[in-house]
Nanobody, 124 residues
């Protein structure tokens, strides 16, 4: 599967953005999906993921209550509300071919496929 992230941009603090991660070459039906971000000079950190095939989700503490992950057959989304300057980063979507017995988290090494990243800048 190939992933294409989009939807980033410049937004004021308190604003919203919705990121998209479009899949090609396969559908997302059999993949676990996650969003990561990397700010300048910092390590890549996990933002949100689908934990298992039942649709359970997980969020980093820093975004809990503000971000929401969702998906359909061909695209994953990250709705970001009440954005803060510290949310500024390049955001990446990632996927791994999953099975019904495995739970997935926010470790980059768990994921095999990565989108190219989309820049999110939160500034007044």
């Amino acid at each position: 599967v190939q992933l294409q992230a989009s939807g980033g941009g410049l937004v004021q603090p308190g604003g919203s953005l919705r990121l998209s991660c479009a899949a090609s070459g396969d559908t997302l039906d059999n993949y676990a999906i996650a969003w990561f971000r990397q700010a300048p000079g910092k390590e890549r950190e996990g933002v949100s993921c689908f934990v298992n095939s039942d649709g359970m989700t997980h969020y980093a503490d820093s975004v809990k209550g503000r971000f929401a992950i969702s998906r359909d057959k061909k695209t994953a989304y990250l709705q970001m509300n009440n954005l803060k300057p510290e949310d500024t980063a390049v955001y990446y979507c990632a996927a791994v071919l999953s099975d019904e017995y495995t739970d997935y988290g926010l470790w980059p090494d768990e994921y095999d496929y990565w989108g190219q990243g989309t820049q999110v800048t939160v500034s007044s």
